[in-house]
């Protein structure tokens, strides 16, 4: 299988952009293999994702990159052209629910998602045998309610030091600080177990229960200051019945949720999601 | 297909329960065909529907309540024994929006569910012509801004006429009056467009739109005094994506719509919903 | 909201196929709306769909087709390009179930799809008075078992009459001769009451009961000579239980055939589905 | 949480037996926290299932199995009484493929499923550091073409030693001997990765990919000695899209198969599935 380059843009919406962009990759006898593009009408924004076969190109990537600067600043576009080849860094963070983080080691173990976890940070030690076994870092990092501060300076720290392309909170439980935020914007995913936006916040099946809703969910989203507002990348449902505890709830839940947080996951490996505002554009 | 008789009860929970009720009814030669127990953990309710051979009774119905209320008094039931060949009344209530309307028309008319429509009223007259083609009453009843007291004195006045054991909002558009909300106490069901608890009140494709989720829903609820808070019978959802807009979210929402509102229908139909503070005990 | 033009086309894969077509639109001012592009690595066949605002062309229709026809002969597409307000002529057949009909005939009157019901025909008469309420014209061709041959032969001559572009069989329930696929192909299309190719042929619902699967489904499909072998549109499902009589199942599977086959038929007459082979291209 | 004892039956339908059983139980003090019952029409076989507090009861197991052998005798029933306490033994037997094993070793794992994994047999040694890290046998025993009855009297002689309640076959991909289906009536569940009966024998991604659905599916079922046709337990779907090759269908189909295969193998292990002729009675 040839490597691919993945060209990912946005701009203002005109008429000529796609004529533009693949007229550029034609005259470097680019073959594109997939061409996603989509014009948002509320606010004239335009979104663009093309694969283009690396080996079809006379370019290297820098020289590709080059090459496709003066049209991307003429249509004032932001833009980026990744390498498929090169595996993102990522940090998974756990509390000791282990279902999410359990299913992220298997699909980086058994091949099935390409990425590199270069450490995995949890506020409990229960989960250190396990990820050990993986031959990955397992940060400790305790975080007591007295001391909340000191917790997040280490967290940051070690953060620092993996230089991740993208931080996972699987099922972490802890809200981060805003500075942490935004020190890695759009590159933080979050699974909340609850069809965002209802049952914000804390212990969502039990508000659910509470409600009598015949359906519990699961919300995969980029992580803003804003508690569980960010950017919807991925949702799905499972059916329950009045004679569902809320234990019963938490099981059926977790299938649903380490699915859909793998599923955002996955779109943001392949950058399939573009951001728009609050909204995401996924190009699955 | 014999007649059957529909025993619907709730009590404190007690061992025993089972026992003596289904004693009874075999003490009269009562052919159970479908037995429904749930018993809730945190209050300690206890709830049951069984259906019966009619032709399996020496009783008649009269004969049939006389002869089991000492044992419902003796547990402390709240029941009924319906007579599953009594059609109920239902007066249908809409605007302009004919999805739902024509939906529960079409399962009338087709005999796929049994229910005797008694009238329609909506604020529009719009669709007075397909509703009248079906030989059903149509009340046109203007809600005017300016004047919504008077507007609901005449809703209020038809529908002490019509004398309906079921009323249905299908997607009528407008909130009703708190003193009509309890006239018919678990007697009204309402389809709102998205999936409660999320988006509560007006407007909810657009709330759902500007906030990006992957998921659309539609839920049919008991109406309470309390908007969009009643008991919650049923839910569904549809997928989307970014590229729907509000009209097509609308579009795709109105078949979620007129098929939650119709499970919810026939289940009330059907006496397989029992109402358990703001939830539901739903038989299916 | 303007008018739009609908461009489909299907070439042999290429470098620079888009680039050209965009390039060709761009050169006219064309607006594009909606792009979709799919390139099959089996065959290296490659299909496209374009959504143009007609108001951004200084070209009339056929101007543009003969303005595009070099370009398209250059790549050897077949291809046709569509006026999207140009409303597609429809014959729906159907038998003595009315969901699939009602249906269709809700979304029209409603104007919530596009399209002229040129006619109805039936081998019964039973949908007559509701059908013609809608000022349609109702053909019923009884088919005899002993004499199918001068039924279809009367079938072939209202369609011909009714010259429509497409036919869709709304649970027809009866096999068309082969004579009569082949005059319309990829312009009938079938709802089929099972998950194709599960229980292929008549009575899938009892074949399914038989079978104690778990789920139910309905297939839209393109009608071939082959019985329910034809290309597949579109495919939904629905939960059934062991305690779901055929009868019950029946039922349940009429809201899933209604909305799949609206669907299939969206899609049709919006120029979304590219046939290759035996299977779809749907650019949903 | 006080343990249960599960009462699991099946005899003639007749009046009274609900009552009959249920007075039976109210005689011991039994406290009821389920019942679920269910009559066939076709056959006019009757099935329940009732999980009784163990300390609500004067009887041990024992006294309560022989105090119920007349009440069982009298009704023609077949039937058991089980422990939930007691851990049933389960042999997994799976191939290269890891997504199953993996899943039902988390479900382990974690305690979310109460079962002991005695052992793991596959035809190929990859997964044996994986599981011997869970401190399981594993049982490395390669099925040559060549010599299959070799191979599979080891197997038979390894299950004969690890005495298992329940064999599953987690996508293991060779065919089991007619004996050894045998010698398991009831006890062998198997995962295919498709919507049975579409689609039976081998790669039937391949088959789906060629036919061109919109669905893949997986099913859970008993295994026979007739291939793929053994009762069925449960079935779930995704959704695919004509973009999705045989490789993203396998890589979606394996979050179908891993799901449908646990619930099935919970369904059994709590004693829910009720098997009446080549169909399944599932209590959920």
């Avoid at 073959?31 to 335009?46: E, H, I, K, M």
Wanted: proline share 5%.
């Amino acid at each position: 299988m040839s490597n691919t380059y993945r060209l990912i843009a946005t701009c203002p919406d005109n008429t000529g952009i796609i004529a533009a962009v693949t007229g550029f990759l034609a005259s470097q006898g680019g073959w594109v293999l997939a061409a996603n593009q989509y014009s948002d009408p509320g606010s004239d924004c335009f979104f663009m994702r093309y694969e283009i076969r690396a080996d079809s190109l006379d370019l290297s990537l820098p020289q590709l990159r080059e090459a496709f600067a003066p049209l991307a600043e003429q249509f004032g576009m932001h833009w980026a052209i990744h390498d498929a080849s090169v595996r993102k860094r990522v940090v998974l963070m756990a509390s000791k629910l282990a279902h999410c983080l359990s299913d992220l080691l298997y699909r980086w173990r058994s091949g099935e998602m390409d990425f590199d976890i270069v450490g995995v940070i949890s506020n409990h030690d229960d989960l250190r045998d396990y990820v050990e076994w993986h031959d990955i870092p397992y940060h400790y990092v305790p975080v007591p309610a007295s001391d909340k501060a000191a917790a997040f300076a280490r967290t940051t720290a070690v953060l620092a030091e993996a230089a991740p392309d993208l931080i996972v909170l699987a099922r972490y439980m802890q809200i981060l600080p805003p500075e942490l935020c935004s020190t890695y914007p759009n590159r933080i995913i979050n699974i909340h177990h609850s069809s965002l936006p209802a049952f914000v916040g804390a212990k969502p099946y039990h508000q659910a229960y509470e409600r009598g809703v015949k359906l519990i969910g699961a919300t995969c989203h980029y992580v803003t200051e804003d508690l569980d507002a960010g950017p919807i990348i991925e949702q799905d449902v499972a059916r329950i019945s009045h004679h569902n505890s809320v234990a019963e709830m938490v099981r059926l839940g977790k299938d649903v949720e380490r699915n859909v947080l793998a599923t955002g996951v996955r779109y943001h490996l392949e950058d399939r999601v573009l951001i728009h505002g609050n909204k995401t554009i996924v190009f699955a």
